[in-house]
């Protein structure tokens, strides 16, 4: 066991070691770059609290500044102890962490973490908090929990629906698989699950998918070494299901990394050919681990390193896959550091980068070919209104109607929102090159 010294030589507790984290990711780092780095100097026994305590407060980090707010009589301006106070606040209120403990462990924290002289304000806050948790259970239950700019965009794009939107975006995503039926089906998944004792159920929208009933540590679960089955959103299963047959074709994976969708392609088909492509080298070599984990045939597929708005395919393809880089805001029930991350700023950037990809790889596609267009984004900019301007300039493309039982259907493409124990927010359609 590794652990983390603060400035005195003393080892520093957990919750300090859970500020300093949330500390990085204020500073504009990935909480998945500094996850691991982090829970290194954490102890086997305290890993649990720790997980919950950074992904919880993560979680609930608009309504945690809401509550805290009122509280201080002047602005404390100050990271660390507001940071302290949020960790303090989260295990306060939405944790079975004894209060006594939560208050004495977090004021310790602020005084590991150099602010000695404010940890009576944190320690005179928590308490007061202990004293009037109700209100504070309301301020939880009602706050949004998003930055103002992302929700007043998302109260633009789903209107009356933005309140059942921004509940389902606070829950904890359900823990979902996806089987690999080249080596077993579903069902008898199920039975190897269920003679291990693990509960888990069908996907309802995805036959190849199943839903744990509570999250296990997925390295533990039956077959996971020999390829068995990958980790897989359900709604991001569904991609597999809405591109023509790929046997014997030529088929790109135009944004691949880490390979989630090549992978399920590789499972249902047998292209000729399958380039996967990303610019991310790093994250490519995730494509390759996965196929190789997967026992799919790497023969055929090439992965290569380039930029999707400039590079030319050495032929033209039979269906590209383009899952677009987007801003996220679909997937942030598993990703709770966009609340932090994403600016107002970005999405502009996004949708245009989003659409020079589109434009590059369009020129790809062979006539009567298929295009895929994918976001895990639920903003109409990145998704509808992005197919729609596609449309309006280019008269070769035709949209081929996704005809579906669920999610929302729009001007073009079709949606998908978060829902509780089901898919994240995902946005699909699906065009054809006419001419
Ligand atoms: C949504 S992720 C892809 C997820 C992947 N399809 C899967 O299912 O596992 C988007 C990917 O786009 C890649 N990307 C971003 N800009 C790119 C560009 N200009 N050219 C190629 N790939 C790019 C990112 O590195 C990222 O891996």
Same mark, same amino acid.
């Given at each position: 066991m ?21 500390l990085?990711v204020?500073?504009g ?12 100097i ?18 609930? @980090?608009?309504a ?5 707010l009122? #509280?201080l009589?002047?602005?404390l ?5 507001e ?5 303090? #606040?989260?295990?306060?209120?939405c944790?079975?962490v ?9 004021v310790?924290?602020?005084k ?10 944190v320690?005179a ?5 202990t ?11 009602n ?5 103002? @700019? ?5 109260k633009?794009?789903?209107g009356e629906?933005f309140?059942e939107l ?8 359900p823990?979902t698989?996806? +089987?690999?039926t080249r ?11 269920e ?5 888990a ?12 009933d509570e999250?296990?540590?997925?390295p ?11 980790v ?18 030529? +088929?790109?994976?135009a944004c691949?990394a880490?390979g ?8 249902k ?13 790093k994250?490519?070599?995730?494509v390759?681990e996965n ?7 790497g ?5 290569i390193t380039?930029?999707?708005a400039?590079w ?5 393809a039979?269906?590209i896959? #383009?899952?677009a880089?987007?801003?996220a805001?679909?997937?942030?029930r598993r990703?709770?550091?966009?609340r ?7 999405i ?8 020079q990809?589109?434009?590059n790889m369009?020129?790809?596609?062979? +006539?009567g ?9 639920i903003?109409?900019a990145e998704?509808?209104?992005?197919m729609?301007?596609?449309f ?6 035709q949209?081929?109607?996704i005809d579906?039982n669920?999610g929302?259907?729009?001007i073009?493409?079709?949606q998908l929102?978060?829902q509780v124990g ?14």
């Amino acid at each position: 066991m590794r652990q983390s010294p603060h400035a005195s030589g003393k080892t520093l507790n957990l919750r300090a070691q859970v500020v300093k984290t949330l500390l990085a990711v204020q500073n504009g780092q990935s909480l998945a770059s500094v996850l691991n780095q982090h829970m290194n100097i954490v102890s086997d026994k305290d890993r649990a609290l720790y997980h919950e305590l950074v992904l919880g407060c993560l979680r609930q @980090w608009h309504a945690l500044k809401q509550v805290t707010l009122p #509280l201080l009589s002047v602005p404390l301006e100050n990271a660390v102890v507001e940071t302290c106070l949020y960790v303090g #606040l989260y295990q306060l209120l939405c944790t079975r962490v004894a209060a006594h403990a939560a208050i004495s462990e977090t004021v310790e924290a602020s005084k590991q973490l150099g602010m000695e002289s404010l940890s009576g304000v944190v320690n005179a806050i928590l308490r007061r908090a202990t004293r009037e948790t109700e209100q504070f259970y309301d301020v939880l239950e009602n706050a949004s929990n998003l930055p103002s @700019w992302l929700a007043k965009r998302l109260k633009k794009d789903w209107g009356e629906q933005f309140a059942e939107l921004s509940y389902e975006l606070k829950q904890v995503a359900p823990l979902t698989l996806r +089987v690999n039926t080249r080596q077993v089906s579903r069902e008898e998944y199920l039975d190897i699950l269920e003679d291990e004792g693990i509960d888990a159920h069908r996907c309802e929208l995805s036959d190849v998918g199943i839903v744990l009933d509570e999250s296990i540590h997925v390295p533990s679960l039956p077959g996971f070494e020999a390829g068995g089955f990958s980790v897989q959103d359900e709604h991001a299963q569904l991609c597999a299901t809405l591109v023509p047959n790929l046997d014997g074709k030529f +088929v790109i994976d135009a944004c691949a990394a880490p390979g989630g969708k090549t992978a399920h392609l590789l499972e249902k088909y047998q292209p000729k050919k399958l380039i996967a492509l990303d610019q991310d080298e790093k994250r490519l070599k995730r494509v390759s681990e996965n196929l190789e984990r997967l026992i799919l045939d790497g023969k055929h597929v090439e992965i290569i390193t380039a930029d999707a708005a400039k590079w030319t395919a050495p032929e033209l393809a039979d269906c590209i896959v #383009l899952d677009a880089p987007c801003s996220a805001i679909g997937v942030i029930r598993r990703h709770p550091d966009i609340r932090l991350l994403r600016q107002s700023g970005d999405i502009a950037k996004t949708v245009e980068l989003q659409k020079q990809i589109l434009e590059n790889m369009w020129q790809q596609l062979k +006539v009567g070919g298929t295009l895929l267009y994918i976001t895990c984004s639920i903003l109409k900019a990145e998704n509808e209104q992005q197919m729609v301007d596609f449309f309006a300039t280019h008269s070769d493309a035709q949209e081929q109607k996704i005809d579906a039982n669920w999610g929302i259907e729009q001007i073009h493409g079709r949606q998908l929102l978060p829902q509780v124990g089901h898919g994240d927010g995902f946005f699909y359609c699906r065009i054809q090159k006419t001419a």
